[in-house]
Nanobody, 127 residues
Framework: QVQLVESGGGLVQAGGSLRVSCAAS????????MGWFRQAPGKEREFVAA???????YYADSVKGRFTISRDNAKNTVHLQMNSLKPEDTAVYYC?????????????????????WGQGTQVTVSS
């Protein structure tokens, strides 16, 4: 069982920055593939960013160049640094862990590939 706890959400003005973090339980965190997804009211959950156990990163086109995902294996933590925030980035942000799906490099953007989810943290960007 893996527990994920997000933190760092809040209210920020458009153009501002925010960092959300996810603390994970488990002794083998360094082997997890980690992802961030978000869900806005009335919309489906969508992929934001992911980082493989190897350190390779993936981004949705809508956040590329603005968001940066990183991991700290010593602290069992993954971060999502969000810069140049836009009102359309407003959503609940969820952290997710994949414990080793074959061909993760192909399916990293699919929510169903992930085994565990956090409870989410609200990010609100005002215009």
């Amino acid at each position: 069982q893996v527990q994920l706890v997000e933190s760092g959400g809040g209210l920020v003005q458009a153009g501002g920055s925010l960092r959300v973090s996810c603390a994970a339980s488990g002794r083998t965190f360094s082997r997890y593939n980690m992802g961030w997804f978000r869900q806005a009211p009335g919309k489906e959950r969508e992929f934001v960013a992911a980082v493989r156990w190897s350190g390779s990163t993936y981004y949705a086109d809508s956040v590329k160049g603005r968001f940066t995902i990183s991991r700290d294996n010593a602290k069992n933590t993954v971060h999502l640094q969000m810069n140049s925030l836009k009102p359309e980035d407003t959503a609940v942000y969820y952290c997710a862990a994949d414990l080793g799906t074959p061909n993760y490099s192909i399916g990293y953007y699919r929510a169903y590939e992930y085994d565990y989810w956090g409870q989410g943290t609200q990010v609100t960007v005002s215009s």
